[in-house]
């Protein structure tokens, strides 16, 4: 089954410990996206990239980090969390290929961070 | 730079009704695609219908219809017959092709919030 999958679903953290949320998609895609989900703001992207060992900011890149080393996987890294950054957090992926314009964006399922 | 907006923060309807939910967009691209996706209260985001700039018709997906309006830079959803199930979070996001854009990103508006009544 075509999928992105994130982990965990959910996480209850404190303030500067460093966490990761793994992302890894089946789907053979060039592009993937994190985005951060909060009430009235919508989706904002975080990072993005857009092949192997190729990563760039978004619009809210502050306290995360991100790597790209296999085609698959793109985890999401925030080395000191702080309370701003709980939130609900949803990783995506797209091909870079044919009909670009048309091709879906599929999404994790969300990891719900919270930070105390 | 490429906006979506979306001026309903909440939209109420009845069962059986149809509605419409409004989304405007602003791109200097000629080449873009808008993509409607629904997200319900159990967080999942479920992608729902797709309209391409060049399209001619309005696109449509079972209860699902797009009203593209080029001239406007309007993309509204309409859902025809509600049912319960459909009250959710709604997103318009468009991907665009040219200068304004990075290649493959969607820009999401802030959503709609649609609650369907019996």
């Known amino acids: 089954e075509a999928q992105v999958t994130q982990n965990p679903r959910y996480l209850i953290t404190v303030t500067g410990k460093k966490l990761t949320v793994t992302c890894s998609q089946n789907m053979n895609h060039e592009y993937m996206s994190w985005y951060r989900q909060d009430p009235g703001l919508g989706l904002r992207q975080i990072y993005y990239?857009?092949?192997?060992?190729?990563?760039d900011k978004g619009d809210v890149p502050e306290g995360y980090k991100v790597s790209r080393k296999e085609k698959r996987n793109f985890p999401l890294i925030l080395e000191s969390p702080s309370p701003n950054q709980t939130s609900l957090y949803f990783c995506?992926?797209?091909?870079?290929?044919?009909?670009?314009?048309?091709?879906?964006?599929?999404f994790g399922p969300g990891t719900r961070l919270t930070v105390l | 730079a490429q906006k979506i907006t979306q001026t309903q923060p909440g939209m109420f309807v009845q069962e059986k009704e149809a509605v419409t939910l409004d989304c405007t967009y602003d791109t200097s691209d000629q080449s873009y695609g808008l993509f409607w996706y629904k997200q319900p209260s159990s967080g999942e985001m479920i992608f729902l219908i797709y309209?391409?700039?060049?399209?001619?018709q309005n696109a449509t997906e079972g209860r699902y219809s797009l009203n593209f309006q080029k001239a406007r830079k309007s993309a509204n959803l309409v859902i025809s017959a509600s049912q319960l199930g459909d009250s959710a979070m709604y997103f318009c996001a468009m991907r665009a092709l040219g200068r304004g854009s990075t290649l493959g990103r969607l820009y999401f508006g802030r959503g709609t919030q649609l609650t369907v009544w019996p």
């Open positions: 990239s857009m092949n192997v060992e190729v990563t």
């Open positions: 309209q391409g700039s060049y399209d001619e």
């Open positions: 995506a992926s797209s091909l870079l290929q044919g009909p670009l314009l048309a091709n879906e964006q599929f």
